[in-house]
């Protein structure tokens, strides 16, 4: 102890001098005021201990990963070998993020996928109608049905898409992701009633619905209902889930859409964590022990900018500070409640990406696979380059995003060493700063009563339309700089065009036609099902829904497999629950 | 439209889509530059846009869209305005746009549109010096 006292002593004095007689010298040489870089040393991380602060990879506090190795390294050689390629929808993985048109439409893509050989699960995109909890005939519907996601009435249409799921592909075998956050609940009694239906044990069922509602009111903006009833459905689903669909996940939070709407770093952590609280808190206040149900708890993704020592510490001081949570708050044991479990990591986000100049995004994008490779995971080249000339990536852009990843892996070797940067004075420092940064955020959603209340009184989404708003002043000052954008626009720079063929997805006709064929399933569906029965079931619904501590997903299971469309069922909670009115700017 | 001083410029969002961040930005921004501006918030139908541009008396309509309905959508309030009579009100649109459809809503009447990178002082110029157009020309 004395040792190093004193050790630390001798440094200060050297640093001392040194900025006296170099660094001094050499601001005054430039005439600056202020270093434009720093250099860290020991004194920066007064009292690291490394057992507290890092530890081994797969060990609490998980700073230097979930594991000694991820899964996907110990095959890297032998995919290397055998050409694999990560077309979406290997062995026991969900295929592709996407779903567009009616059910029988995204249905037949998936059958042209597994065609193919792309033989994943579905990973279901809703279009905003299903998101927001309306049926195809409401007026809020008109132009959107299919447009950015499958369109889903009714169960019907849920079973539809799962035609081509049998024998191998069995829903008992492949897994399932539904990114869905509003009408979680229906979805999710959707997946049962038709493994019910099917015969398939419901402990069997694996999967991953997003049922993120808090973070919508943050980011995205697909709520329906106030967030202290959306927390009652979550806390529905978690019991319901934990009870008879233990292998599916429960919720798969973001952090990066929070980013993304604009929040710093600090906020993007400390808001997430602060719902995750809540979501923890939900599970514990419906009667279960944490251990039970946290490991069933996964992140979406957690990152989103350039900085990329910044996004290194972020994922770092995320994987800390979540761990710490669940130990010392909730009391969790087991290893896997406390790790952060996301498939993608740090990243650069869609929001880094320029329209101008387009083929920069390819350079940004590896940016961020370094900065993922270097904090525990693979280091995936995300986005597209041409992820801002509109929805679709083409065949050249996802050929040059998968060959980076690879460069990166089997070139570079960027991931041959758990987390490369443990111990580095700045690296370790960086880490403390935004965990603490993170932490003040966290406590003052907690001092105001946890998410929900932050959510109610406005703060959160406001902080993160402050900073996007703060940002871009930035940008438009030159205090932050875009190449291509607000610097290096002269006359002498130019855009280099690369062939793009935007792979033909889904069929246009199909789409078009989309809302017209659904309306009609729709009202065909209402004319033969037995709406008594549909009535009786959604009266109960209803009488449950003002009972707080009732579980409403046996009954929205019943209101189902009964065909009650989506908006009947939400629509009957909207009465109960009341919709969310949004905070004014 | 209004002859008063300040111009009056209604942000809204129509449709479902809930990517907000550019919206709140162009808001924020042009209410610094000095506009008075409304923001309608998420969800908006064409018939709400084009009702709340009339009561609120605005001389600019921007509309932000990225959910790629932008083309329905920007129809719809456009003749919900002309219908009204309204038609002198001044439609900008933002969002993720795709060049091809940019000169198909210039033809319907917006009179620009501004895609991602657009620095919020431009839009803010853009909107100065046509709505002072339009007035002088009324």
């Known amino acids: 102890m004395a040792e190093q006292k004193k050790s630390l002593d001798r440094i200060k004095k050297a640093r001392d001098l040194w900025e006296e007689n170099v660094l001094k010298k050499r601001l005054k040489r430039f005439n600056l005021a202020e270093s434009p870089t720093r250099f860290y040393t020991p004194l920066d991380i007064r009292g690291f201990e490394f057992l507290d602060k890092v530890g081994f990879p797969g060990q609490y506090p998980y700073t230097a990963g979930n594991n000694p190795f991820d899964f996907w390294r110990a095959y890297a050689d032998s995919a290397a070998k055998t050409d694999y390629r990560p077309d979406w929808g290997g062995a026991g993985g969900v295929g592709k993020y996407g779903g567009f048109g009616t059910a029988e439409d995204y249905r037949d893509y998936l059958i042209r996928m597994h065609a193919m050989g792309r033989k994943g699960g579905p990973n279901m995109a809703f279009d905003l109608v299903t998101q927001c909890g309306y049926d195809s005939d409401s007026p809020y519907a008109e132009g959107e049905v299919g447009r950015v996601g499958v369109a889903i009435d009714s169960f019907k249409d849920f079973a539809t898409i799962y035609e081509p799921y049998t024998g191998d592909l069995e829903i008992d075998r492949v897994p399932s992701n539904f990114t869905i956050n509003a009408p979680a609940a229906v979805i999710i009694a959707m997946y049962v009633v038709l493994a019910q239906k099917r015969g398939i044990p419901l402990a069997k069922l694996r999967g991953t619905p997003q049922n993120d509602i808090l973070k919508e009111f943050i980011a995205r903006g697909t709520y329906i209902f106030p967030p202290k009833p959306s927390l009652r459905l979550f806390r529905d689903i978690c019991v319901f889930c934990t009870g008879n669909l233990p292998e599916l996940n429960i919720t798969s939070m973001g952090g990066y859409h929070i980013r993304e709407a604009g929040a710093t770093p600090a906020q993007d952590l400390g808001f997430s964590m602060a719902n995750a609280a809540a979501y923890l808190q939900a599970g514990i206040d419906g009667g279960l022990e944490i251990d039970r149900f946290a490991p069933k708890f996964t992140f979406n993704a957690f990152g989103g900018s350039m900085e990329i020592y910044q996004e290194i510490a972020f994922q770092r001081a995320a994987r800390r500070m979540y761990a710490r949570m669940l130990k010392e708050r909730f009391s969790a044991k087991n290893p896997r409640s406390l790790m952060i479990r996301q498939p993608i990591t740090a990243h650069i986000g869609c929001s880094s990406t320029t329209l101008q100049r387009p083929l920069n995004n390819l350079t940004r994008a590896v940016v961020g696979g370094v900065a993922a490779g270097m904090s525990g995971a693979l280091p995936g080249v995300f986005p597209p380059f041409d992820e801002p000339l509109g929805l679709g990536h083409s065949q050249e852009a996802v050929q040059l995003q998968i060959d980076a990843t690879r460069i990166l892996i089997y070139e570079a070797r960027v991931t041959d060493v758990n987390d490369p940067w443990a111990g580095s004075y700045f690296m370790e420092s960086l880490t403390d700063e935004i965990e603490a940064a993170a932490m003040a955020e966290f406590e003052k959603i907690e001092s105001m009563g946890g998410a929900v209340a932050a959510i109610e009184n406005g703060y959160m989404p406001k902080a993160v339309a402050k900073s996007a708003y703060e940002r871009q002043k930035q940008i438009e000052r030159q205090e932050k700089f875009l190449v291509g954008v607000n610097c290096f626009t002269g006359a002498n720079e130019i855009t280099v065009e690369v062939n793009r063929v935007v792979e033909a997805t889904y069929d246009p006709e199909r789409m078009r036609t989309a809302e017209a064929r659904q309306k009609a399933k729709l009202a065909e569906l209402k004319r033969t099902r037995d709406s008594r029965t549909v009535f009786s079931l959604l009266a109960t619904l209803e009488q449950h829904a003002r009972d707080e501590s009732a579980n409403l997903m046996p009954d929205i299971c019943d209101c189902v497999e009964n065909d009650a469309t989506l908006q009947e069922i939400c629509d009957v909670l909207r009465g109960v629950f009341g919709e969310f009115q949004q905070t004014r700017l | ?138």
């Open chain 2, 1 to 138: 439209m209004n002859q008063g001083g300040k111009i009056r410029v209604l942000v809204a969002k129509p449709g479902l889509d809930g990517h907000e961040r550019g919206a709140q930005v162009v808001a924020y921004g042009l209410r610094d530059a000095g506009f008075e501006v409304i923001y309608t918030g998420l969800r908006q139908t064409a018939e709400q846009i084009v009702s709340t541009a009339i009561q609120e008396d605005v001389d600019v309509v921007g509309l932000s869209i990225l959910s790629g309905a932008h083309l329905s959508l920007t129809r719809k309030v456009m003749d919900g305005l002309k219908a009204q009579g309204a038609d002198d009100i001044l439609v900008i649109v933002g969002g993720i746009i795709p060049d091809p459809d940019i000169q198909k809503l210039k033809d319907m009447g917006v009179g620009e549109v501004f895609v991602s990178g657009t620095p919020v002082s431009a839009i803010a110029q853009y909107i100065a010096s046509a709505v002072s157009t339009r007035k002088n020309a009324g």
